[in-house]
């Protein structure tokens, strides 16, 4: 794979098909010793020699990962938007195998960069746009790299030359900003590249034999212009974050370049003017995803952290306005130090964000206690709290690993990442979480991603067997300045919150009809043993009787029934174990759903964001049929002995 044949065929397809920036003209902005004057006289071999020398011998600017020495797995260089590297990882690399979103494919020769197996004809997988983009980002190149470090051994350094020379000669960049599906040049896959795994094959590769001047140098004139490409085309929300905080590194460890302080200035203050963009007043990021407001503010932090490492200039106003986004964190933290997985959502670290964030505000004692599991700092001042723009609502009894814990969602439909989902809630009690969401699955085109996304998948209501419809008004959707109109009120006997849904933009059904207004009411009653009630109260537009279904998703392997009281209790054989009640049992209908596929999905929960697979869920459903104002009440008592 590797010579000079495959060398001129790269040069030439680059300088045919894509604004790649010529080497004249990027000596004649590269600003090391020797360089123009090289470069100018025509001496390409020399230009080159001159800049690959500097970049070995510079001290500025620094990066996560030496030039040369020993790095391991402990030490492996940072990538804000995936694992850590691992010498295990690139075995896999090595044989051009490659797992995404739960899809495993092995290229038998070289790698074709526009390929995705779920796009195939033949193909037993749910069509899936994400494995193409996301194998493009290329963070397998760390693992390459991390295990020719770590062994010497030459496969991994030639695999990831031959990768990045292939790479280069078969994915020049577009002349327009592109999204379809075989693209390698997705903004935010620009960004991501550009943000970690890039600067880290680099650093980790420069002075390997096999990475000669020449592609060096053509790695760097690909940074140009992925870096141009950035600056011409962002766009909003998280993906503006990941596209500048791939812009702003490019300009951070390219500083010889003259257009790299305009990269800086640019995606700097593209990231303070986003902050009354990305976050509502309450501190939630407008895509209403717990992981995605965690994502946006890693990129925030990694700006941060890259330009004080090499001495730029970072506003306070731009760490100022961090603050109330570290406070949503807090105040969402579950007592096993997550956040619910509201929307497109994963497993957040909520201890180490706010390790992060104490540095940040070290006034913030609460950070710092939630940040060392209590033993420094001070524990927060307030239990229950209410997000009023977000319309995101926690009720808790404490903040050990045993309290009880629900959090619930009244908030506006998110500008990405959304699901139908309003006025659902999670439970957690005594340590054991025992309602939840369907939760996230790949983001593919099957019933599975489906199912998470509906109302089917989440603790509320339909009304007629028809589920919750926002996403149909979506495109002309945006943040409101306003408070999302959640209730709520606090006390050492009980807390509540309250939230509505129904309206001209709130309706049920493909054609998003206001069939009736929901409205939830959830206490925690405090006094004795704690427990929760839950009120559901649907008001119909018309005379008409209508049919109202609630869903309780438990994970649990099993529910007990008890006829007579249509309740059901989890089965656990140690620990806590929960009790639903409803009130008034012989109004209702009560059935049990667990791994349901037909007539519709339900009774499931997925393996986790960006995977594939699912496993059955018990889930509670309780369905009454009445003309006019129709009230459902159900009582959660938890069982510790």
């Given at each position: 794979m590797?010579?000079?044949?495959c060398?001129?065929?790269?040069?030439?397809?680059?300088?045919?098909?894509?604004?790649?920036?010529?080497?004249?003209?990027?000596?004649?902005?590269?600003?090391?010793?020797?360089v123009?004057?090289?470069?100018a006289?025509?001496?390409?071999?020399?230009?080159?020699?001159?800049?690959?020398?500097?970049l070995?011998?510079r001290?500025?600017?620094?990066w996560?990962?030496?030039?040369?020495?020993?790095?391991?797995?402990?030490?492996a260089?940072?990538?804000?938007?995936?694992?850590?590297?691992?010498v295990?990882?690139?075995?896999?690399?090595?044989?051009?195998?490659?797992?995404?979103?739960?899809?495993?494919?092995?290229f038998e020769?070289?790698?074709?960069?526009?390929?995705?197996?779920?796009l195939?004809p033949?193909?037993?997988?749910?069509r899936?746009?994400?494995?193409?983009?996301?194998?493009?980002r290329?963070?397998h190149?760390?693992?390459l790299?991390?295990?020719?470090?770590?062994?010497g051994d030459?496969?991994y350094?030639r695999?990831?030359?031959?990768?990045l020379?292939?790479w280069?000669?078969?994915?020049?960049?577009?002349?327009?900003?592109?999204?379809?599906?075989?693209?390698?040049?997705?903004?935010?896959?620009?960004?991501?590249?550009?943000?970690a795994?890039?600067?880290?094959a680099?650093?980790?590769?420069?002075?390997?034999?096999w990475?000669d001047?020449?592609?060096?140098?053509?790695?760097?004139r690909?940074?140009?212009?992925?870096?141009?490409?950035?600056?011409?085309?962002?766009?909003?929300y998280?993906w503006?974050?990941?596209e500048?905080?791939?812009?702003?590194?490019?300009?951070?460890?390219?500083?010889?370049?003259?257009?790299?302080?305009?990269?800086?200035?640019?995606?700097?203050?593209?990231?303070e003017?986003?902050?009354?963009?990305?976050?509502?007043?309450?501190?939630?990021?407008?895509?209403?995803s717990?992981?995605?407001?965690n994502?946006?503010?890693e990129?925030?932090l990694?700006?941060?952290?890259?330009?004080?490492?090499n001495?730029?200039?970072?506003?306070?106003?731009?760490?100022?306005?961090l603050?109330?986004a570290?406070?949503?964190?807090?105040?969402?933290?579950?007592?096993?130090?997550d956040?619910?997985?509201?929307?497109?959502?994963?497993?957040?670290?909520?201890?180490?964000?706010?390790?992060?964030?104490?540095?940040?505000f070290p006034?913030?004692?609460?950070?710092?206690?939630?940040?060392?599991?209590?033993r420094?700092?001070?524990?927060?001042?307030?239990?229950s709290?209410c997000?009023?723009?977000?319309g995101?609502?926690?009720?808790?009894?404490?903040w050990?690993?045993?309290?009880?814990?629900l959090?619930?969602?009244?908030g506006?439909?998110?500008?990405?990442h959304?699901?139908?989902?309003?006025?659902?809630?999670?439970?957690?009690?005594?340590?054991?979480?025992?309602?939840?969401?369907?939760?996230?699955?790949a983001?593919?085109?099957?019933?599975?991603?489906?199912?998470?996304r509906?109302?089917y998948?989440?603790?509320?209501?339909?009304?007629?067997?028809?589920?919750?419809?926002?996403?149909?008004?979506?495109?002309?959707?945006?943040?409101?300045?306003?408070?999302?109109?959640?209730?709520?009120?606090?006390?050492?006997?009980?807390?509540?919150?309250?939230g509505?849904?129904g309206?001209?933009?709130?309706g049920?059904?493909?054609?998003r009809?206001w069939?009736?207004t929901?409205?939830r009411?959830?206490?925690?009653?405090k006094t004795g043993e704690?427990?929760?009630?839950?009120?559901?109260?649907?008001?119909?537009r018309?005379?008409?009787?209508?049919?109202?279904e609630?869903?309780?998703?438990?994970?649990?392997?099993?529910?007990?029934?008890d006829?007579?009281t249509?309740?059901?209790?989890?089965?656990?054989?140690?620990?806590?174990?929960?009790?639903v009640?409803?009130?008034?049992?012989e109004?209702?209908?009560?059935?049990?759903?667990?791994?349901?596929?037909?007539?519709?999905?339900?009774?499931?929960?997925?393996?986790?964001?960006g995977k594939?697979?699912?496993?059955p869920?018990?889930?509670?459903?309780?369905?009454k049929?009445g003309?006019g104002?129709?009230v459902m009440?159900?009582?959660f008592?938890?069982?510790?002995?």
């Amino acid at each position: 794979m590797a010579g000079i044949s495959c060398i001129l065929v790269a040069v030439f397809f680059l300088a045919a098909n894509g604004p790649l920036i010529s080497e004249e003209e990027f000596f004649a902005k590269f600003s090391a010793p020797g360089v123009r004057e090289a470069g100018a006289a025509g001496d390409v071999v020399e230009a080159r020699r001159l800049v690959v020398e500097h970049l070995k011998n510079r001290k500025h600017p620094r990066w996560y990962v030496p030039v040369a020495g020993e790095v391991d797995e402990a030490t492996a260089p940072r990538d804000v938007d995936g694992p850590r590297p691992s010498v295990k990882a690139a075995e896999k690399a090595l044989r051009r195998e490659f797992t995404v979103a739960g899809v495993t494919h092995r290229f038998e020769g070289e790698i074709d960069w526009s390929f995705n197996p779920t796009l195939e004809p033949d193909s037993p997988h749910p069509r899936n746009y994400e494995w193409l983009w996301q194998l493009n980002r290329h963070r397998h190149w760390a693992d390459l790299g991390l295990a020719w470090r770590a062994t010497g051994d030459e496969r991994y350094m030639r695999e990831f030359v031959g990768q990045l020379r292939d790479w280069l000669a078969t994915s020049p960049p577009p002349p327009q900003m592109e999204k379809h599906p075989r693209t390698r040049w997705r903004t935010i896959d620009a960004g991501i590249r550009m943000s970690a795994p890039w600067p880290n094959a680099l650093y980790l590769f420069l002075g390997s034999p096999w990475f000669d001047d020449e592609l060096v140098v053509a790695m760097l004139r690909s940074f140009v212009d992925h870096a141009r490409y950035l600056m011409a085309y962002p766009t909003d929300y998280n993906w503006l974050c990941q596209e500048m905080g791939g812009l702003y590194t490019a300009g951070a460890l390219l500083p010889e370049f003259s257009e790299a302080a305009e990269w800086r200035r640019f995606a700097m203050e593209k990231f303070e003017a986003e902050l009354g963009v990305q976050f509502y007043p309450d501190g939630a990021q407008v895509e209403m995803s717990p992981g995605v407001h965690n994502k946006v503010i890693e990129y925030y932090l990694n700006v941060i952290d890259l330009a004080r490492m090499n001495e730029y200039a970072v506003s306070e106003g731009l760490v100022r306005g961090l603050e109330p986004a570290f406070h949503y964190d807090l105040a969402l933290m579950t007592p096993g130090g997550d956040l619910p997985r509201f929307n497109d959502s994963w497993h957040i670290d909520v201890p180490d964000m706010l390790a992060k964030a104490f540095k940040l505000f070290p006034h913030r004692a609460d950070f710092q206690w939630a940040a060392t599991g209590g033993r420094e700092g001070a524990k927060p001042a307030f239990m229950s709290m209410c997000l009023p723009h977000s319309g995101l609502a926690v009720l808790r009894t404490g903040w050990g690993k045993d309290a009880c814990y629900l959090a619930f969602d009244a908030g506006p439909y998110g500008t990405k990442h959304q699901h139908e989902d309003k006025l659902t809630f999670v439970l957690t009690g005594y340590g054991r979480e025992f309602i939840v969401d369907a939760g996230d699955y790949a983001f593919d085109s099957s019933q599975w991603r489906d199912y998470v996304r509906s109302t089917y998948g989440h603790n509320t209501a339909i009304i007629d067997g028809k589920p919750q419809i926002r996403r149909t008004n979506q495109r002309n959707w945006e943040p409101s300045a306003e408070p999302s109109g959640i209730k709520y009120g606090f006390s050492n006997q009980r807390d509540w919150v309250e939230g509505t849904y129904g309206g001209e933009l709130e309706g049920y059904g493909k054609k998003r009809e206001w069939l009736a207004t929901h409205r939830r009411r959830i206490e925690l009653i405090k006094t004795g043993e704690p427990y929760f009630v839950i009120t559901d109260m649907f008001e119909p537009r018309d005379g008409r009787a209508h049919t109202y279904e609630v869903m309780f998703h438990f994970d649990a392997p099993a529910l007990e029934f008890d006829a007579e009281t249509k309740s059901y209790r989890t089965t656990f054989a140690d620990g806590a174990n929960v009790t639903v009640a409803p009130d008034a049992p012989e109004q209702l209908e009560a059935e049990l759903v667990t791994g349901q596929e037909e007539p519709i999905v339900q009774g499931w929960v997925a393996e986790g964001h960006g995977k594939t697979g699912v496993r059955p869920a018990p889930t509670v459903i309780y369905r009454k049929t009445g003309e006019g104002a129709v009230v459902m009440r159900y009582v959660f008592k938890f069982v510790t002995t």
